[in-house]
C-alpha cells in the first residue's frame, strides 16, 4: 500500500509542467541581474544596435561605427517620431533590404493608436520578433512559473487571442496586420501543441465570427491559461458562458489557473473577471507590449508595477512629461530617471526604431531594480484647464468610486466641455457600465472627488467651481464602444478605446452613436 501510494505521489509529481519548468531557469538568473547592472546592461545592448545597423543606410547617415559611447549617440541621433521614420518604414514595405535595420523586414504591426485613424505600420524584423516579443512571452512563463511552484500551467491548453494580417503589397512572404497575428503566424510549431484555437480560426479578420469559433472550440478544451487584451478576451469568455450554460468560468475550465493581459489597463476589467472567476487558485499577470516591443512584466503579484525588460534588444530613454513639446527636450538614459515622475518613453530597437517616441508615459515606483507603471499616453490627457488629467488619474478615480458604490465600469472615454456663454467648463464622460450605479449623481460626486484628492491641479481647478464644474457623466447604452470601434473597422485585434482626449472629436462621435441603435 504504501508503495502503491509512493507511485501515485511520483505520477502526480512527474506532470508536465514540472518536466518543462527547468528550461526557464536559466531566465531567472539573467533576470536577477537587472537589480545591479541595468547600466551596464543597457549600455551593452545600445553597443550591440549600433554595431548591427552600422552598414545600413540609417548607420551611415549618423556614422553609426564611429559612435562609442551612449553620450555620443544622443548627440548625433534625433529624436524621432513616426512621421520622421515614415518614409523609411515605406520605402522597406516596397523590399527595400538595409535600410533601418539589416537585411530585409518582412513583417510589419499595423497600428492606427488611439486618437486618430491614421495607421502606422511598424517593422518587425527577425530580431525583434524573437528577442524581444517572443523573448517576453517566454519570460511571462518564467516569473509566472517561479512565483507559483505549483502551478500545472501546460497540462491543459493556452487560449490565445490574436488579431488578423494581410499580404503586404506584392511583396512576397511579407505581412502586415495585428502584432498579434505576426506572432502567431511565426511562432515555434511546439507551441502550437498546448495553444488554442488552430491558427486559420485565430487569424480569422471577423471578430464577431472568431469570437464564436473560438467559444465553441475552447469549452471543449481543458484551458488552464488565457492571454490577450481584457476587453477581447472578456467578449471570447462571455459567449463561452452563453454556450456552456454555466455561471462561472471556472465551471468550464476547473484548471483555470492565470490570464496574461496587456494592451489596456486592467483596472475596469477587474471586477467583471473576479465576477466571472471564483476559483481561489486564479492569478493575474500584466504585460506590457506593444506594436513595437515588448518592455515590461509583472514579477511580483504583490506588486501592480512592472519590471522594466532591459535585455531585449530594446535601448530606453525619457522625456520628462512636461518637456514632451518642447524643440529642445531633455533625454534621459535609464539610468538617469527618478521615481514618482512622468516620463514618455523614447525606445531603440532591433527593429529599426531610432529614438522612436512610441506614445505612452510611465511613472518609475522603484529604480533598484526598475519597476514602472503606465502611467497614460502623451496623447491621451485632459489639459484644457492646467489641470493635467491623465489616465492613471481617470483609473484610479473610477475605481474609488467603484469600490464605494458597488458598480463595475466596462469601458470609458472623457473629454473637456469648453466655455459657454456663462463661461462654465466641465470635463465629460462617456461611461459603459457592466453594474450600474443605484445613484448615479453619488457616483458622479465620488468620481470628482476622487480625483481631487489625486491631482492636486485638478483640485486646483475644481476649487469653488471657478475654473472647472463637477464633471458629467452620460451613461452609454449596452455595446456602445464595441458599436464605435466596429464602424471604425478597428473590432478586435488590438485596438482600443480612447480614454482621455484633450479636444471633442472622438466624444462627439460616441455621443451621436449613443442616441441611435446602431
Known amino acids: 500500500m504504501a508503495f502503491a501510494n509512493i507511485c501515485d505521489t511520483f505520477a502526480v509529481s512527474m506532470n508536465l509542467t514540472s518536466i518543462i519548468r527547468p528550461v526557464f531557469n536559466s531566465r531567472l538568473r539573467a533576470i536577477e541581474q537587472y537589480d545591479s547592472h541595468a547600466e551596464d546592461i543597457q549600455r551593452a545592448v545600445l553597443d550591440s544596435l549600433l554595431?548591427?545597423?552600422?552598414?545600413?543606410?540609417?548607420?551611415?547617415?549618423?556614422?553609426?561605427?564611429?559612435?562609442?559611447?551612449?553620450?555620443?549617440?544622443?548627440?548625433?541621433?534625433?529624436?524621432?517620431?513616426y512621421e520622421e521614420l515614415k518614409g523609411y518604414i515605406d520605402?522597406?514595405?516596397?523590399?527595400?533590404?538595409?535600410?533601418?535595420?539589416?537585411?530585409?523586414?518582412?513583417?510589419?504591426?499595423?497600428?492606427?493608436?488611439?486618437?486618430?485613424?491614421?495607421?502606422?505600420?511598424?517593422?518587425?524584423?527577425?530580431?525583434?520578433?524573437?528577442?524581444?516579443?517572443?523573448?517576453?512571452?517566454?519570460?511571462?512563463?518564467?516569473?509566472?512559473?517561479?512565483?507559483?511552484?505549483?502551478?500545472r500551467l501546460f497540462d491543459g491548453k493556452a487560449l490565445i487571442l490574436g488579431g488578423s494580417h494581410a499580404p503586404n503589397?506584392?511583396?512576397?512572404?511579407?505581412?502586415?496586420?495585428?502584432?498579434?497575428?505576426?506572432?502567431?503566424?511565426?511562432?515555434?510549431?511546439?507551441?502550437?501543441?498546448?495553444?488554442?484555437?488552430?491558427?486559420?480560426?485565430?487569424?480569422?479578420?471577423?471578430?464577431?465570427?472568431?469570437?464564436?469559433?473560438?467559444a465553441e472550440i475552447a469549452i471543449k478544451k481543458d484551458v488552464t491559461n488565457l492571454s490577450g487584451v481584457p476587453s477581447w478576451m472578456m467578449a471570447v469568455i462571455t459567449r463561452v458562458l452563453e454556450l456552456s450554460g454555466k455561471q462561472y468560468l471556472d465551471e468550464v475550465w476547473p484548471n483555470l489557473e492565470v490570464f496574461f493581459h496587456g494592451g489596456v489597463a486592467f483596472t475596469p476589467y477587474r471586477e467583471q473577471y473576479h465576477n466571472l472567476i471564483r476559483s481561489p487558485r486564479m492569478h493575474y499577470m500584466e504585460t506590457y507590449n506593444a506594436s513595437e516591443g515588448f518592455f515590461g512584466l509583472q514579477n511580483d503579484p504583490l506588486d501592480l508595477s512592472m519590471l522594466l525588460m532591459i535585455d531585449y534588444g530594446v535601448f530606453f530613454e525619457f522625456i520628462p512629461l512636461d518637456e514632451v513639446d518642447k524643440?529642445?527636450?531633455t533625454v534621459l538614459p535609464l539610468w538617469a530617471v527618478e521615481k514618482d515622475k512622468n516620463y514618455a518613453i523614447v525606445i531603440s530597437t532591433t527593429c529599426g526604431l531610432w529614438r522612436y517616441q512610441i506614445g505612452d508615459t510611465v511613472k518609475f515606483t522603484s529604480t533598484n531594480p526598475y519597476k514602472f507603471i503606465i502611467s497614460g499616453r502623451t496623447k491621451s490627457f485632459i489639459n484644457?484647464?492646467?489641470?493635467?488629467?491623465?489616465?492613471?488619474?481617470?483609473?484610479?478615480?473610477?475605481?474609488?468610486?467603484?469600490?464605494?458604490?458597488?458598480?463595475?465600469?466596462?469601458?470609458?472615454?472623457?473629454?473637456p466641455v469648453f466655455m459657454n456663454n456663462e463661461g462654465k467648463c466641465r470635463h465629460q464622460w462617456v461611461i459603459e457600465f457592466e453594474k450600474a450605479p443605484a445613484d448615479m449623481a453619488s457616483f458622479t460626486r465620488l468620481l470628482d472627488e476622487a480625483l481631487q484628492r489625486i491631482n492636486s491641479d485638478y483640485e486646483a481647478k475644481r476649487y469653488k467651481d471657478i475654473t472647472?464644474?463637477?464633471?458629467?457623466?452620460?451613461?452609454?447604452r449596452k455595446g456602445l464602444f464595441n458599436d464605435w470601434l466596429k464602424s471604425k473597422g478597428k473590432l478586435g485585434g488590438q485596438h482600443k478605446v480612447p480614454r482621455l482626449s484633450n479636444n471633442?472629436?472622438?466624444?462627439?462621435?460616441?455621443?451621436?452613436?449613443?442616441?441611435?441603435k446602431y
Not at 552598414?55 to 517620431?81: C, L, M
Not at 488552430?198 to 464577431?208: H, N, R, T
Not at 489616465?391 to 484610479?396: H, L, M, Q, S
Not at 473610477?398 to 470609458?412: F, K, P, S, W
Open 384 to 415: 484644457a484647464f492646467g489641470e493635467e488629467l491623465i489616465v492613471d488619474n481617470a483609473e484610479k478615480g473610477l475605481h474609488e468610486a467603484c469600490r464605494q458604490t458597488g458598480a463595475v465600469v466596462n469601458e470609458y472615454t472623457a473629454a
Open 169 to 214: 503589397y506584392n511583396v512576397a512572404n511579407s505581412l502586415v496586420g495585428d502584432l498579434s497575428a505576426i506572432l502567431i503566424e511565426n511562432i515555434n510549431p511546439l507551441v502550437n501543441l498546448v495553444r488554442i484555437p488552430p491558427k486559420k480560426i485565430a487569424l480569422l479578420s471577423d471578430f464577431e465570427e472568431k469570437r464564436d469559433r473560438i
Open 91 to 151: 520605402r522597406m514595405r516596397h523590399g527595400e533590404r538595409n535600410v533601418l535595420w539589416p537585411g530585409q523586414v518582412k513583417w510589419y504591426a499595423k497600428s492606427s493608436g488611439t486618437t486618430n485613424d491614421k495607421s502606422k505600420f511598424i517593422p518587425v524584423s527577425q530580431a525583434g520578433l524573437h528577442d524581444t516579443h517572443y523573448q517576453g512571452g517566454t519570460d511571462a512563463v518564467a516569473l509566472y512559473l517561479h512565483n507559483n511552484p505549483l502551478s
Open 327 to 329: 524643440e529642445n527636450p
Open 504 to 516: 471633442r472629436d472622438i466624444i462627439e462621435q460616441i455621443i451621436d452613436l449613443n442616441r441611435s
Open 51 to 81: 554595431q548591427r545597423a552600422a552598414d545600413t543606410e540609417w548607420g551611415q547617415r549618423y556614422k553609426y561605427a564611429s559612435i562609442h559611447s551612449y553620450e555620443e549617440f544622443a548627440a548625433t541621433v534625433p529624436v524621432n517620431t
Open 468 to 476: 472647472l464644474q463637477q464633471l458629467e457623466i452620460i451613461p452609454a
